[in-house]
């Protein structure tokens, strides 16, 4: 069995990339990708997430197909990020208690291009930097938006 994180993750790859229009749909395609839930998992899952239905498919809640605006960041940084640091290419985001994946999202649906990806844990999430370079500069702007 998949873990929770693996799980949405695949879970908002899927939606941000294909029509999914009901939860029958959904769970075949993470089957697909070898992931298999139970339905009761799976609306725990989609609620937790934010995936909302509009016009009949699913979507992450607040964000459209289009990247997102700065808002949507703005808002899970200036309500869940607590203190931020720089080391070389890495960039550690603590958050409050159970909020580091939603701003791992967020950030990573920004697609900021200095930003390789992250890894979000319960409050802390690890932003890996295309070099040690972008470092500073990232961090002011996550510090930017914290205000």
């Given at each position: 069995?998949?873990?929770?994180?693996?799980?949405?993750?695949?879970?908002?790859?899927?939606?941000?990339?294909?029509?999914?229009?009901?939860?029958?749909?959904?769970?075949?395609?993470?089957?697909?990708?070898?992931?298999?839930?139970?339905?009761?998992?799976l609306s725990r899952d989609i609620r937790e997430l934010g995936l909302v239905k509009i016009r009949g498919c699913y979507r992450i809640?607040?964000?459209?197909?289009?990247?997102?605006?700065?808002?949507?960041?703005?808002?899970?940084?200036?309500?869940?990020?607590?203190?931020?640091?720089?080391?070389?290419?890495?960039?550690?985001?603590?958050?409050?208690?159970?909020?580091?994946?939603?701003?791992?999202?967020?950030?990573?649906?920004?697609?900021?291009?200095?930003?390789?990806?992250?890894?979000?844990?319960?409050?802390?999430?690890?932003?890996?930097?295309?070099?040690?370079?972008?470092?500073?500069?990232?961090?002011?702007?996550?510090?930017?938006?914290?205000?």
């Amino acid at each position: 069995m998949a873990s929770k994180q693996v799980r949405h993750s695949r879970l908002l790859d899927i939606v941000r990339g294909n029509r999914i229009e009901s939860q029958g749909e959904l769970s075949l395609r993470l089957r697909k990708e070898g992931v298999a839930v139970t339905q009761s998992t799976l609306s725990r899952d989609i609620r937790e997430l934010g995936l909302v239905k509009i016009r009949g498919c699913y979507r992450i809640e607040g964000e459209s197909s289009d990247p997102p605006t700065g808002e949507a960041l703005r808002r899970a940084v200036g309500q869940f990020v607590v203190h931020t640091a720089v080391s070389g290419n890495m960039l550690v985001i603590r958050t409050s208690p159970g909020n580091a994946h939603s701003v791992g999202v967020v950030l990573d649906a920004a697609r900021w291009p200095e930003v390789l990806g992250t890894v979000a844990g319960d409050d802390t999430v690890f932003v890996l930097l295309g070099g040690s370079r972008h470092g500073r500069a990232v961090l002011e702007r996550i510090r930017a938006l914290m205000s």
